[in-house]
């Protein structure tokens, strides 16, 4: 802490008052800089009225050496206009003159409390940057060697095809063509999420078609996922719109669709029905998969959790589709749940606020 004050019995009143933190004093704005400058100060203590400098200048001037710096004004003084200066200079908090003790060590411990969480929140925010940076070069990094893998595949394909050799031979590319092509969806998928997730560019809200946006989003998937052997129902004859970003909410449609062919039985069926409700609309997913174990159905929106039916360790994707769509959801004011029954499929209803006509 640094109290600045001319007033030596108020230095030391504060010193006393706070005297579980180290308590540094300052009896000019010139002598507070020099200390702030050469200490580890975490809070600043100041009066307005002093001589060679008011605190209103000290505290403008702090703010410039440090913009998070945690300053909390001191004053006998009830002009407003004294208050709105500060306030101008982002002072943090004030405290009246004459000084009650408890009053003091509150102001001190809220304004501490504030900063922590802001340290918390600046300490997030530069991990996902961080997170996203690091998610960004990655799938960059590996989008090239899986082209040129893909290419070398595609000589050594057309090579044993002249020479007609044995049918292992055959049938080992044709598997190490499927696992680079899974890996480059992983890629891709990967560099997605770290887009739609971590947005570089603030996110525009606007009108979108529901039934417009669920077709694109369940065409997009079943042509990716490649689940010829599933047929795919859709009625989106209840027409919606919805105010979002398109391309979150696509991404997290897309999500929840894809969930649904992964799991899907052979020759089995997903269904998606668009339904109206009086304030919100329905987006109803059903596949007649394996189902989803009851105790682990608490842990479904989790990151990174994956059902695993067959205890393979093989299951597609990073186990983050379902928690990005809830993530998503929310942020719309919508919400989403999931029901699901062993041997008899699943099914996740998603529920958003509509329009107003």
């Known amino acids: 802490m640094l109290v600045v004050d001319d007033e030596q019995v108020i230095r030391d009143l504060c010193g006393h008052a706070l005297k579980e933190y180290r308590v540094l004093q300052a009896g000019s704005m010139r002598e507070a800089l020099d200390l702030y400058q050469s200490e580890r100060i975490d809070l600043v203590l100041t009066d307005v009225m002093m001589p060679g400098g008011s605190g209103l200048e000290l505290l403008r001037q ?22 709105l200066s500060a306030l101008k200079e982002d002072a943090d908090d004030f405290i009246n003159k004459p000084l009650q003790i408890l009053q003091l060590r509150t102001t001190v411990q809220k304004a501490l409390g504030k900063k922590a969480l802001k340290d918390e929140i600046a300490t997030l925010k530069r ?46 590319l044709r598997s190490m063509r499927e696992d680079l092509q899974f890996l480059s969806r992983l890629v891709a998928s990967l560099l997605r999420f770290n887009q739609v997730m971590l947005p570089t560019t603030p996110v525009a809200l606007s009108s979108c078609d529901l039934a417009e946006l669920v077709r694109a989003a369940a065409e997009a998937v079943q042509w990716s996922a490649g689940r010829s052997d599933v047929k795919l129902s859709i009625d989106l004859s209840a027409a919606s719109r919805v105010a979002c970003d398109r391309e979150r909410l696509l991404f997290a449609l897309q999500q929840v669709i894809d969930n649904a062919f992964k799991f899907a039985e052979r020759n089995g069926t997903v269904t998606i029905t668009l339904l109206r409700r009086p304030d919100h609309a329905e987006i109803v997913v059903q596949d007649t998969g394996c189902g989803i174990p009851p105790e682990e159905m608490p842990k479904v929106f989790e990151r990174f959790y994956q059902v695993d039916p067959d205890a393979t ?11 990005c769509a809830r993530e998503i959801i929310r942020q719309y004011g919508g919400s989403i749940s999931i029901s699901s029954e062993q041997g008899q499929g699943t099914t996740v209803t998603i529920s958003l606020k509509t329009e107003e006509e």
């Open 127 to 172: 991990l996902d940057s961080l997170k996203g940076s690091f998610l960004a070069l990655i799938s960059h990094k590996l989008k090239t060697p899986i082209t040129s893998l893909s290419l070398a595949l595609e000589e050594l394909q057309r090579y044993a095809a002249q020479f007609s050799p044995e049918a292992e031979c055959h049938e080992r």
């Open 313 to 323: 360790g093989q299951v597609p994707g990073f186990g983050l589709g379902l928690f």
């Open 62 to 83: 702090l703010k410039q050496l440090d913009p998070g710096a945690l300053v909390i004004v001191m004053t006998g003084f009830g002009d407003k206009e004294v208050i």
